[in-house]
């Protein structure tokens, strides 16, 4: 197809209506959100009090829109300490310092490099926060010294290098790439950019409210070394990077829809030519995602409103900014966004090439390159009836109707379904990291804060999670120090928050009165003071667990039968109410039977307090068999219909029904068996361990009407 005008109005009109703004939870942001809280579970060298705080950037935290093709790479997360802060040179030290900082903090002072936007670091005071008050004293150091911070210059076993990064364990991850960036934070904006905030705009972006927020939320110093600089070894060891990481994800969430595609779109396209870093590139320059992100947040500070929406045209806008892109290369100049004497290209970039691949680029090539590159990838997602459509849009009839057919399948998809599966994936990752690394005062902060802004929801399932976790350590060792803190957290953020009042949690209030007795009078607590905290927290978990099923039936019952009870059941048997539990797990029983999926129970240690041996046994075993098993749901799970099962026949068991009423048992059980695909090892080995339970029963029954 020749016309490029009808292209260009098809291409544009694919993008518009298949990218769609991220309302709603994606899976790359719960893995930023678990990532975060098993980074907040550590600590900085010998100190138990100086706290890991990490934050999520890059692409994860500054895309709102939804592409048809993967928008994040990786999950990009910096961390600092609590006990470290940087304030530019000359800067007095502060006297007040947000809440998530140490009472000790060591304070370095930035000092320029011979290289614009890398400095080095001088410690410089020590902060010592006052008893009775939130302020902070300054002692200066008596000889200032460059500072290489102590994070990330010495192995840490859960993380494994990545350049000047670090990746954390990536079992939990299904296709991303996880990489922590060591920083210093520092609270103030730097003087190397202390001309971005005042600079002339003509066409008002960033306007002054976004300005404002950019500055008060300061910046970092990043563990990075210049490409020029890591063949030195003290520079290697001392120099450091200013980052703007928040500023950007503060300036690029405040693109309008049409910027924040065209930015995907230009990053899609120089991987996919091969135009951005190549590990075989050793020492040479080549072109990275940060000079796309430059050259797009400089278009969308210089180009007027009326440039990116009238007579809206991507590929118009693409060609413009891809030959800006071959004029810099060709100067050997990218200007820095917000430090106004940095250069992100230099001489060693092998541009030759790239800018000769650049200037031949023009508005019907780019068109065809969107339609085959781009367009046709990414509808294979789609159902075979729609990505089928592609194979010949060789006409202006049928591309249109192939990107209509897209467009209309990604606008009547069911997100229900989408969803359901997010919320098992999140409850699979909290339920598994809570149990392999356990909780600290910190990473609860950080659990419920990013796993709210996610879904609130979400927070309310973790709680549940630890308050069963806190009950299982508080049983086996007494009751200690940092899980009595770590609940003090979370029942104090359930208070405080929303839906606290929406779901009445009426143990709630418990909690919080053990809490603080625990935390007054932990060593001298009686045996009978952790009975009753275990017993309160299991309230808690079973209250918590209720209602997140409930908002699951709600929001997610037309695609999933999900019944609310499993944990009262579970509970109820745990206490000998055998009645109650037989109840509710036939009536869960019944609507299982007549409906489709359904919900799994993690078999975690942390569950294990409502359960028999018998499964507890059958789990241990399976994990003998294979310990990579727990990483993976189908081996560690069981479905609410297999666990209703079991229940049901304990309790139809310990009340000695009638012979007529465990065969229908038995149905129960053969279509649970083909339910469950071979994969769901600790489904099929429960409904076998039933089976046996009800014909040892029947036997022995038999055995004893036959004597009689």
Same mark, same amino acid.
């Given at each position: 197809?020749s /016309?490029?005008?009808?292209?260009d ?5 694919f ?7 991220s309302?709603?939870p ?8 678990v ?6 579970s ?7 009090d100086?706290?890991l705080v990490?934050l999520?950037?890059? &692409?994860?935290?500054?895309?709102y829109i939804?592409?048809?093709l993967p928008?994040v ?18 800067h007095?030290?502060?006297?007040q ?6 009472? +000790?903090v ?5 000092i320029?490099?011979? *290289?614009?936007g890398?400095?080095y670091l @001088?410690l410089?005071?020590l902060?010592t926060k006052?008893?009775?008050?939130d302020?902070y004293n300054?002692v200066e150091y008596e @000889?200032?010294h ?8 010495k192995? %840490?076993p859960k ?9 954390p ?8 790439l996880t990489?922590?960036v060591g920083c210093v ?6 003087p190397?950019?202390?001309d ?10 960033p306007?002054?409210?976004?300005v404002?927020?950019v500055?008060s939320?300061?910046c970092d110093?990043v ?7 890591r063949?030195?070894?003290w520079?290697?060891r001392?120099?450091w990077?200013?980052s703007f #990481?928040r500023?950007?994800?503060v ?6 829809p049409?910027?924040q595609i *065209?930015y995907?779109v ?13 590990a075989d ?5 080549t072109?990275s995602? +940060? ?5 797009m947040?400089?278009a ?6 009326s440039w990116?929406?009238? /007579?809206?045209s991507l590929?118009?806008?693409c060609?413009e900014?891809?030959?800006?892109? &071959? ?7 990218c200007?820095?966004?917000?430090i ?8 060693s ?7 000769s ?6 508005k019907?090539w ?6 085959? %590159?781009y ?5 294979q997602i ?9 194979? /010949?849009v060789?006409?202006r009839t049928?591309?249109?109707?192939a990107?209509?057919a897209?467009a ?5 998809r069911?997100?229900?379904a989408?969803?359901s599966?997010?919320f ?5 990752q909290?339920? +598994?990291?809570v149990f392999l690394?356990?909780?600290?005062p910190c ?7 990013e796993?709210?802004?996610i879904?609130?929801?979400? &927070?309310?399932?973790f709680a549940g999670?630890?308050?069963?976790h806190v009950?299982?350590?508080i ?5 200690i120090e940092n899980p009595?803190?770590?609940? #003090? ?8 928050s929303n839906?606290y009042?929406?779901f ?9 009165r053990l809490?603080?007795?625990c935390?007054?009078?932990a060593?001298n607590s $009686? ?5 009753e905290?275990?017993?309160?927290l299991?309230?808690?978990?079973? @209250?918590?667990?209720t ?12 695609v999933a039968?999900i019944v609310?009870?499993?944990c009262?059941?579970m509970?109820? +048997?745990k ?11 036939t009536?869960n029983?019944y609507m ?8 799994d129970i993690w078999r ?6 409502f359960?028999?041996?018998d ?6 075993l399976i ?9 993976? #749901?189908c081996?560690?799970s069981?479905?609410?219909l297999?666990l209703?099962?079991y ?6 068991l310990k009340?000695?029904?009638s012979?007529?009423s ?5 149905d129960y059980i053969e279509?649970a068996?083909r339910r469950h695909t071979?994969?769901?090892v600790?489904?099929?080995l ?7 339970k009800?014909?040892?029963?029947i036997t022995t029954e038999?055995?004893h009407q036959?004597? $009689?």
């Amino acid at each position: 197809m020749s /016309d490029y005008g009808v292209v260009d109005e098809i291409v544009t009109k694919f993008f518009l209506n298949t990218c769609r703004l991220s309302w709603r939870p994606s899976r790359h942001a719960v893995q930023a959100a678990v990532t975060c809280a098993i980074a907040a579970s550590g600590h900085e060298g010998d100190d138990k009090d100086a706290n890991l705080v990490p934050l999520t950037t890059g &692409s994860a935290a500054e895309f709102y829109i939804e592409p048809m093709l993967p928008h994040v790479g990786d999950i990009d997360i910096m961390i600092y300490v609590s006990a470290e802060l940087a304030i530019p040179r000359g800067h007095p030290p502060p006297t007040q310092l947000p809440a998530e900082f140490h009472s +000790y903090v060591k304070v370095s002072e930035i000092i320029d490099s011979h *290289v614009p936007g890398y400095v080095y670091l @001088e410690l410089r005071y020590l902060l010592t926060k006052c008893t009775d008050s939130d302020r902070y004293n300054a002692v200066e150091y008596e @000889e200032q010294h460059v500072y290489r911070g102590p994070m990330w210059t010495k192995p %840490n076993p859960k993380f494994e290098p990545h350049g000047p990064a670090r990746i954390p364990p990536r079992h939990h991850v299904e296709h991303l790439l996880t990489d922590l960036v060591g920083c210093v934070r520092c609270l103030a904006w730097p003087p190397q950019a202390a001309d971005w905030p005042t600079r002339h705009r003509n066409c008002n972006w960033p306007d002054s409210a976004t300005v404002d927020r950019v500055v008060s939320n300061g910046c970092d110093v990043v563990d990075v070394t210049h490409p020029r600089c890591r063949q030195d070894e003290w520079m290697n060891r001392y120099q450091w990077r200013l980052s703007f #990481s928040r500023a950007e994800i503060v300036l690029i969430n405040s693109w309008m829809p049409v910027q924040q595609i *065209v930015y995907h779109v230009l990053r899609v396209f120089v991987k996919t030519e091969q135009l951005t870093e190549n590990a075989d590139t050793s020492g040479i320059g080549t072109l990275s995602n +940060y000079h796309i992100k430059t050259l797009m947040l400089w278009a969308c500070e210089l180009k007027p409103r009326s440039w990116w929406t009238d /007579d809206l045209s991507l590929i118009r806008i693409c060609v413009e900014l891809l030959h800006t892109l &071959s004029v810099w290369l060709t100067e050997a100049r990218c200007p820095h966004y917000f430090i106004n004497n940095c250069n992100l290209v230099d001489k060693s970039f092998a541009s030759e090439m790239t800018v000769s691949r650049l200037l031949l680029i023009n508005k019907d090539w780019l068109s065809s390159w969107f339609v085959n %590159n781009y367009m046709k990838p990414s509808v294979q997602i789609c159902p075979k009836s729609v990505s089928r459509l592609f194979d /010949d849009v060789s006409t202006r009839t049928t591309l249109e109707d192939a990107v209509s057919a897209v467009a209309n399948w990604k606008r009547n998809r069911n997100l229900s379904a989408d969803m359901s599966s997010l919320f098992c994936f999140a409850q699979f990752q909290i339920a +598994y990291y809570v149990f392999l690394l356990s909780i600290t005062p910190c990473s609860c902060v950080c659990w419920m804060s990013e796993l709210s802004n996610i879904d609130v929801h979400l &927070s309310i399932y973790f709680a549940g999670v630890a308050y069963l976790h806190v009950a299982q350590k508080i049983r086996r060792g007494g009751l200690i120090e940092n899980p009595i803190k770590c609940l #003090s957290v979370i029942a104090n953020h359930l208070a405080v928050s929303n839906y606290y009042s929406e779901f009445k949690f009426s143990s709630l209030s418990n909690v919080l009165r053990l809490t603080d007795k625990c935390e007054s009078h932990a060593t001298n607590s $009686s045996d009978s003071d952790v009975s009753e905290f275990v017993e309160v927290l299991q309230q808690s978990a079973v @209250e918590l667990f209720t209602a997140f099923r409930h908002f699951e039936a709600r929001n997610f019952g037309s695609v999933a039968t999900i019944v609310t009870t499993d944990c009262e059941a579970m509970y109820a +048997y745990k206490h000998g109410d055998y009645q109650q539990c037989l109840q509710l797990s036939t009536e869960n029983i019944y609507m299982l039977l007549n409906g489709v999926d359904g919900r799994d129970i993690w078999r975690f240690s942390e569950f294990a307090h409502f359960l028999d041996d018998d499964i507890v046994s059958l789990t241990a075993l399976i994990l003998i068999i294979n310990q990579k098993y727990k990483e993976y #749901s189908c081996y560690t799970s069981i479905s609410q219909l297999t666990l209703s099962l079991y229940l049901m026949t304990q309790c139809q068991l310990k009340l000695r029904h009638s012979l007529m009423s465990l065969a229908k048992t038995f149905d129960y059980i053969e279509v649970a068996h083909r339910r469950h695909t071979a994969r769901r090892v600790l489904d099929h080995l429960v409904l076998k361990l039933i089976e046996r339970k009800l014909v040892r029963y029947i036997t022995t029954e038999n055995s004893h009407q036959t004597v $009689s």
